[in-house]
T-cell receptor
Framework: DAGVIQSPRHEVTEMGQEVTLRCKPISGHNSLFWYRQTMMRGLELLIYFNNNVPIDDSGMPEDRFSAKMPNASFSTLKIQPSEPRDSAVYFC????????????????FGPGTRLTVL | TQLLEQSPQFLSIQEGENLTVYCNSSSVFSSLQWYRQEPGEGPVLLVTVVTGGEVKKLKRLTFQFGDARKDSSLHITAAQPGDTGLYLCAGASPGNQFYFGTGTSLTVIP
């Protein structure tokens, strides 16, 4: 069975450029999460969707970050313009639950996208 | 401000030794999870504990949720090189906020 799929696996870009990260959740899952991991701040939740609707985006750093989930099988995280401090590994995770995205539902993580902004 | 502090931050031990990793907070959590993350991969859920004082065992791993639901521990018996990885605790607050801990990087030397 295919797990959570993320693309690209690695992205190197220059400051000011737009970056789009992509995620395909596990089929049948109804919640999707975007995380960012750095050495300094650890793993941080950026935003999560339930049934394609953004439920909590309080972790999104600033207006340069935006996330969309146009359908149940695809989500994007966009950074525009990118800055060096955005360099991190970005993870997408999905889960299935019946209680609106309960945090006890098992989350399945993708392999991550390593972003480097020069 | 980190709501979930893990200790130790780094741990290097010999194969066969026992170890305990701690996850502490001043906040109460409705549930707490433990994950293991290997290099180049995403975290993988090991266990979820929801009841204060709960103890769960997964082969050589023993997880305990504190009575007050503010802390947790992970004990590994007879560590093996395959246990090497980053161990993360994660807590769900009563308000459905979700936080990961600072992580413990474990290296088991053959």
């Amino acid at each position: 069975d295919a797990g959570v799929i993320q693309s690209p696996r690695h992205e190197v870009t220059e400051m000011g450029q737009e970056v789009t990260l992509r995620c395909k959740p596990i089929s049948g899952h109804n919640s999707l999460f975007w995380y960012r991991q750095t050495m300094m701040r650890g793993l941080e939740l950026l935003i999560y969707f339930n049934n394609n609707v953004p439920i909590d985006d309080s972790g999104m750093p600033e207006d340069r970050f935006s996330a969309k989930m146009p359908n149940a099988s695809f989500s994007t995280l966009k950074i525009q313009p990118s800055e060096p401090r955005d360099s991190a590994v970005y993870f997408c995770a999905s889960s299935f639950g019946t209680s609106g995205g309960s945090r006890t539902d098992t989350q399945y993580f993708g392999p991550g996208t390593r972003l480097t902004v020069l | 401000t980190q709501l979930l502090e893990q200790s130790p931050q780094f741990l290097s031990i010999q194969e066969g030794e026992n170890l305990t990793v701690y996850c502490n907070s001043s906040s109460v959590f409705s549930s707490l999870q433990w994950y293991r993350q290997e290099p180049g991969e995403g975290p993988v859920l090991l266990v979820t504990v929801v009841t204060g004082g709960e103890v769960k065992k997964l082969k050589r791993l023993t997880f305990q949720f504190g009575d007050a639901r503010k802390d947790s521990s992970l004990h590994i018996t007879a560590a093996q090189p395959g246990d090497t990885g980053l161990y993360l605790c994660a807590g769900a607050s009563p308000g459905n906020q979700f936080y990961f801990g600072t992580g413990t990087s474990l290296t088991v030397i053959p």
